[in-house]
């Protein structure tokens, strides 16, 4: 009939029958099999980094001419692995995958290598996070207190030799947006100087990565929501104030979960929220529950931070000075002002926009703070004691 060529694929006789076409037979079909038995070995070694077990990858693939001895080729290590007895390579990864291959004519796994790929630290927002304190969720990697209590603000914590001489913490705020004022703020300031990230710039991971390398601490900066919302909008994800403790959460986890390697969190604007006790303690809980710090900006006096930390134990400081583009006082007058107040209580902090000119000028400021009798300190020597 005329309808029947309508029904057959293009390209075949509609007066012929289908050649019968079995897509599990020969060599193709074993190579097929094998990668679908790869392909689960790589999921169960991803929930385990993701559970807290060996932070490796391992991944199987058949190879003829396999090196007999290993090598490395600078981003993986290659070499022959030793399966057990009667079992080849890809034998192995199958029984340990728990996926059952069926072979035609009882074929057996043909031979094959390992590649160990390295731990997560190359892969997306894994970037940098120490499997002991992170955990997985549906938009990426979250921190977490480990197994006896270990804390991230203490795994991520820059390493600092503290003495008696008053400590001044200079916190960077708006680091990631642009990529040369990130590359200025890592590579003109001593490690000493804490960097406060934004959740909104591209490459986090390999920024903080790099941020921490060169010693940086790390902060992760969050919207909340202001008194004049939305004429000013911190951005995508802000933390609100009259809204539902669930939505708000599942904000606090997208926002957490930009990039590892922050000790803790620190606001961007929120005069509104963070007056509201209900919804601002709902937010503070959860980041100690995760084990974090928390450092106000001071820019609201209203906001209930000492009292709602104090409640849960949570450790915070508010900033004792807040450097604002075109405000009334200079940086200049400020960094004076927080010396007098490092002498007088032991300790300050100074939040400053990561801008061209605060970063050259606090490069030149603190490079005789020494010969002052003051010493440069990250926010963890001073956050909460």
Do not use: C
Request: proline share 7%; no cysteine.
């Amino acid at each position: 009939m005329a309808l029947d060529s309508l029904a057959t694929p293009l390209g075949m006789d509609p007066g012929k029958p289908p050649r019968s076409v079995n897509p599990l037979r020969g060599r193709s079909g074993v190579v097929v099999l094998a990668g679908l038995a790869v392909l689960a070995a790589g999921y169960v070694g991803w929930t385990l980094f993701m559970r807290g077990g060996e932070r490796g990858v391992v991944a199987v693939i058949q190879r003829i001419d396999a090196p007999s001895t290993p090598r490395k080729d600078g981003t993986a290590t290659i070499e022959r692995a030793e399966p057990p007895a009667g079992r080849s390579d890809i034998a192995s990864a199958e029984a340990d995958s728990g996926v059952k291959v069926i072979r035609q004519n009882g074929g057996q796994a043909p031979g094959g290598v390992v590649i160990k790929v390295p731990d997560a630290g190359n892969r997306g927002s894994a970037i940098g996070a120490d499997p002991r304190v992170s955990e997985g969720s549906a938009g990426g990697i979250l921190p977490r207190i480990g197994e006896g209590g270990i804390t991230p603000r203490a795994v991520y914590a820059a390493a600092f030799n503290a003495g008696a001489e008053p400590k001044i913490a200079i916190v960077l705020t708006g680091v990631g947006i642009g990529a040369q004022g990130t590359a200025d703020a890592i590579s003109k300031l001593p490690g000493e100087v804490t960097l406060a990230f934004a959740p909104y710039g591209r490459d986090l991971p390999n920024q903080v990565a790099r941020a921490r390398r060169d010693g940086h601490e790390i902060l992760l900066q969050v919207p909340m929501e202001p008194r004049d919302y939305p004429d000013s909008d911190p951005g995508p994800h802000t933390l609100r104030a009259n809204g539902d403790t669930r939505a708000n959460i599942e904000r606090l986890h997208w926002l957490m979960s930009r990039f590892p390697g922050y000790i803790g969190l620190m606001n961007f604007m929120g005069g509104k929220l963070m007056a509201q006790e209900a919804a601002y303690a709902g937010l503070l809980e959860e980041m100690n529950r995760r084990g974090l710090v928390f450092l106000d900006d001071g820019s609201s006096r209203d906001a209930r931070t000492a009292a709602l930390a104090e409640k849960i134990g949570l450790p915070v400081r508010i900033a004792d000075r807040l450097h604002e583009t075109g405000g009334g006082k200079s940086l200049e007058t400020q960094l004076a002002e927080i010396e007098t107040i490092a002498r007088k209580k032991g300790s300050a902090v100074l939040s400053v926009p990561a801008l061209p000119a605060n970063i050259d000028r606090i490069a030149a400021w603190q490079r005789d703070l020494a010969a002052r009798g003051l010493v440069l300190a990250p926010l963890s020597a001073i956050i909460g004691k």
